[in-house]
């Protein structure tokens, strides 16, 4: 098999598309350039081999091509999506318009049943009673507001016609590999060639993705959406209805009981707020990128395959990459019948494509570039002045003095930083990964922070196993986020995951990607019930993984840290890290790069 190389003197940066190849991943400095169309995956590919940027790679580029035919196949797609989504919207208007007049007809039925009842003044004590009763029954839900709720959707479909179908999506593409085999470039070049053909787009990895959908799954069990909703839909119009109040209490409790039968499966309830704008006003396709699908658990089988399934059910398509086939996500056999549907949609919206190649081209990458000194190690007394000394240029050279720094995180959580300045900060270890944070911390220094020092990291072993579980997360988010990272270690990088004397790290359990405080409720009502609900135990999480599973995840943290110490990944830092971008919209702000 041909190796494939990178160039590493070579700049991008005066590239007229603002693209950016950092080994495996590509990037766009502004995702609202005035370009009109972006390579091809499969031109990019092929321009960048021709260059020698790349050496020529028969996987990639079979994958290159794969992805090339379906960005080929959205342009019509989306318009067909844009037809779709305004044929839509004039059903659902029109079937709410007829709803509404189908409601004022019952409520009118219904006064006027009341103004009859009352015109006879010698009803006797039964019957009055027998009048409650009637009256009580109109206005609590139950299985007669089930059926008059039934009754008036059926009327509703002969009146209005049913919804409008969806065109057929082209089907995605499910891309796995060994780790550093190119599966996560690849998407990345598929998803910025998609800007200008696809409005509605998202790229997500796991943790964040999954962090979403706990933020989503909280304000809809706390009510926050269905009350607005009720607000907008029902007090606007209902009060002002020429009824009494006991009427208008009924039509009331009829809209409440519609909002909550489309709120009952909270899980497509996310789903439709997923990818759609803050406006909530989707037209045309939606696509959506996914890194490194996982099923480390109960809750991510259940919630990945509910939200997926009404994703791809509503015409999204999906791009995803992981270390494993579809069907060997799932190797212990967890929520199997739930996880078998999963499957079943997968396979019926995505093409399964595997990238087989055995090498981690991460490492060839390092061989010839690893020039910049970002790793230290051991924890000798020589390494340790090197490492400090290292601490204080970066902020010598970032022009400011160090000061504390207190971070907002998800949940309405807050993240003390003690050492910070202009875009760096300083940690230790212990701090980081010794204590029950995860994944939403993470992603909030490493969104915050171009440059990150961590020091002290001990070797990994079975005593500190769920240490090693939060550092892999860690370095997931930084690498995500393109963060320069200074390391003072005990070990070589290859030596990390080692284990010690008191044990390796082999058949562990699951490293959390959320803390207990973010998701404990959450994942709690899924592994006790295997299912969604509001409610649940007190017990803590429990999440499976098999041996294998996480020792993939050793692989990639490694990988990863090997990639981050070249000079091709630091050159990127300044371009692609949030940080610059943000502070190249204020031209008074002074971002001379710390990155040597």
Same mark, same amino acid.
Request: aromatic share 10%.
């Given at each position: 098999?041909?190796?494939?190389?990178?160039?590493?003197?070579?700049?991008?940066?005066?590239?007229?598309?603002?693209?950016?190849?950092?080994?495996?991943?590509?990037?766009?400095?502004?995702?609202?350039?005035?370009?009109?169309?972006?390579?091809?995956?499969?031109?990019?590919?092929?321009?960048?081999?021709?260059?020698?940027?790349?050496?020529?790679?028969?996987?990639?580029?079979?994958?290159?091509?794969?992805?090339?035919?379906?960005?080929?196949?959205?342009?019509?797609?989306?318009?067909?999506?844009?037809?779709?989504?305004?044929?839509?919207?004039?059903?659902?208007?029109?079937?709410?318009?007829?709803?509404?007049?189908?409601?004022?007809?019952?409520?009118?039925?219904?006064?006027?049943?009341?103004?009859?009842?009352?015109?006879?003044?010698?009803?006797?004590?039964?019957?009055?009673?027998?009048?409650?009763?009637?009256?009580?029954?109109?206005?609590?839900?139950?299985?007669?507001?089930?059926?008059?709720?039934?009754?008036?959707?059926?009327?509703?479909?002969?009146?209005?016609?049913?919804?409008?179908?969806?065109?057929?999506?082209?089907?995605?593409?499910?891309?796995?590999?060994?780790?550093?085999?190119?599966?996560?470039?690849?998407?990345?070049?598929?998803?910025?060639?998609?800007?200008?053909?696809?409005?509605?787009?998202?790229?997500?990895?796991?943790?964040?993705?999954?962090?979403?959908?706990?933020?989503?799954?909280?304000?809809?069990?706390?009510?926050?959406?269905?009350?607005?909703?009720?607000?907008?839909?029902?007090?606007?119009?209902?009060?002002?209805?020429?009824?009494?109040?006991?009427?208008?209490?009924?039509?009331?409790?009829?809209?409440?009981?519609?909002?909550?039968?489309?709120?009952?499966?909270?899980?497509?309830?996310?789903?439709?707020?997923?990818?759609?704008?803050?406006?909530?006003?989707?037209?045309?396709?939606?696509? =959506? *990128?996914?890194?490194? @699908?996982?099923?480390? +658990?109960?809750? &991510? %089988?259940?919630?990945?395959?509910?939200? /997926?399934?009404?994703?791809?059910?509503?015409?999204?398509?999906?791009?995803?990459?992981?270390?494993?086939?579809?069907?060997?996500?799932?190797?212990?056999?967890?929520?199997?019948?739930?996880?078998?549907?999963?499957?079943?949609?997968?396979?019926?919206?995505?093409?399964?494509?595997?990238?087989?190649?055995?090498?981690?081209?991460?490492?060839?990458?390092?061989?010839?570039?690893?020039?910049?000194?970002?790793?230290?190690?051991?924890?000798?007394?020589?390494?340790?002045?090197?490492?400090?000394?290292?601490?204080?240029?970066?902020?010598?050279?970032?022009?400011?003095?160090?000061?504390?720094?207190?971070?907002?995180?998800?949940?309405?959580?807050?993240?003390?930083?003690?050492?910070?300045?202009?875009?760096?900060?300083?940690?230790?270890?212990?701090? =980081? *990964?010794?204590?029950? @944070?995860?994944?939403? +911390?993470?992603? &909030? %220094?490493?969104?915050?922070?171009?440059? /990150?020092?961590?020091?002290?990291?001990?070797?990994?072993?079975?005593?500190?196993?769920?240490?090693?579980?939060?550092?892999?997360?860690?370095?997931?988010?930084?690498?995500?986020?393109?963060?320069?990272?200074?390391?003072?270690?005990?070990?070589?990088?290859?030596?990390?995951?080692?284990?010690?004397?008191?044990?390796?790290?082999?058949?562990?359990?699951?490293?959390?990607?959320?803390?207990?405080?973010?998701?404990?409720?959450?994942?709690?009502?899924?592994?006790?019930?295997?299912?969604?609900?509001?409610?649940?135990?007190?017990?803590?999480?429990?999440?499976?993984?098999?041996?294998?599973?996480?020792?993939?995840?050793?692989?990639?943290?490694?990988?990863?840290?090997?990639?981050?110490?070249?000079?091709?990944?630091?050159?990127?830092?300044?371009?692609?890290?949030?940080?610059?971008?943000?502070?190249?919209?204020?031209?008074?702000?002074?971002?001379?790069?710390?990155?040597?």
């Amino acid at each position: 098999m041909k190796k494939l190389l990178f160039c590493l003197s070579s700049r991008l940066s005066n590239r007229p598309s603002k693209f950016r190849v950092t080994h495996f991943r590509l990037y766009c400095d502004h995702p609202h350039s005035s370009l009109s169309r972006r390579p091809g995956p499969l031109a990019y590919y092929k321009s960048l081999v021709n260059q020698g940027k790349l050496k020529h790679d028969a996987y990639q580029e079979k994958v290159a091509f794969q992805l090339d035919n379906l960005l080929g196949r959205l342009d019509q797609y989306e318009k067909d999506m844009e037809e779709y989504h305004a044929n839509l919207a004039k059903w659902e208007e029109s079937r709410e318009n007829e709803r509404r007049r189908l409601l004022m007809n019952e409520a009118k039925a219904k006064q006027q049943g009341d103004a009859s009842a009352s015109v006879n003044k010698r009803r006797n004590f039964f019957q009055k009673w027998m009048s409650r009763l009637s009256r009580t029954d109109n206005i609590e839900p139950g299985v007669g507001k089930w059926v008059s709720y039934l009754n008036r959707e059926r009327k509703l479909d002969s009146l209005v016609g049913r919804r409008p179908i969806a065109p057929p999506a082209p089907k995605g593409l499910y891309i796995y590999g060994n780790v550093g085999s190119g599966k996560t470039m690849l998407m990345d070049m598929f998803y910025s060639a998609t800007e200008g053909i696809v409005q509605h787009r998202r790229r997500l990895h796991f943790h964040e993705a999954m962090l979403q959908i706990h933020d989503l799954m909280h304000k809809v069990w706390k009510g926050q959406e269905m009350e607005k909703s009720l607000q907008s839909s029902i007090s606007n119009w209902v009060m002002n209805l020429p009824f009494d109040t006991r009427i208008k209490e009924w039509i009331v409790e009829e809209e409440r009981y519609k909002q909550e039968m489309k709120m009952k499966n909270i899980l497509p309830a996310v789903a439709d707020k997923f990818l759609a704008d803050r406006q909530g006003h989707q037209r045309g396709a939606s696509i =959506l *990128c996914f890194d490194e @699908i996982q099923t480390v +658990d109960v809750f &991510a %089988i259940v919630a990945l395959s509910g939200i /997926v399934s009404r994703l791809l059910s509503t015409g999204t398509v999906l791009v995803a990459t992981s270390n494993r086939a579809p069907r060997d996500l799932n190797q212990d056999g967890m929520q199997k019948e739930i996880f078998e549907e999963f499957l079943a949609r997968l396979e019926e919206h995505s093409e399964n494509i595997l990238i087989g190649s055995e090498i981690d081209y991460r490492r060839h990458i390092a061989q010839s570039s690893i020039d910049q000194r970002t790793y230290f190690w051991p924890l000798d007394s020589t390494k340790i002045e090197e490492f400090e000394n290292m601490w204080n240029n970066i902020v010598g050279q970032s022009g400011g003095s160090v000061t504390s720094q207190t971070l907002p995180v998800m949940f309405g959580r807050t993240l003390e930083v003690s050492e910070s300045c202009n875009g760096v900060a300083r940690f230790t270890f212990e701090y =980081l *990964c010794g204590q029950p @944070i995860g994944a939403a +911390d993470y992603i &909030a %220094i490493a969104k915050t922070y171009h440059t /990150v020092f961590i020091s002290d990291i001990p070797v990994m072993s079975m005593r500190i196993r769920d240490k090693a579980r939060r550092f892999i997360t860690l370095i997931d988010e930084l690498y995500n986020h393109h963060c320069c990272l200074y390391c003072s270690a005990a070990a070589s990088v290859d030596d990390l995951f080692q284990g010690t004397e008191e044990g390796t790290l082999f058949d562990l359990e699951s490293f959390q990607f959320e803390t207990e405080i973010e998701g404990s409720k959450l994942r709690r009502d899924v592994l006790a019930e295997g299912t969604v609900s509001s409610e649940g135990s007190t017990t803590g999480i429990i999440s499976l993984l098999s041996g294998q599973e996480e020792m993939f995840a050793f692989q990639r943290a490694v990988s990863r840290l090997i990639e981050m110490q070249t000079s091709f990944y630091l050159e990127g830092v300044r371009n692609i890290h949030p940080y610059f971008q943000e502070k190249q919209t204020d031209p008074h702000m002074n971002i001379t790069s710390t990155i040597p």
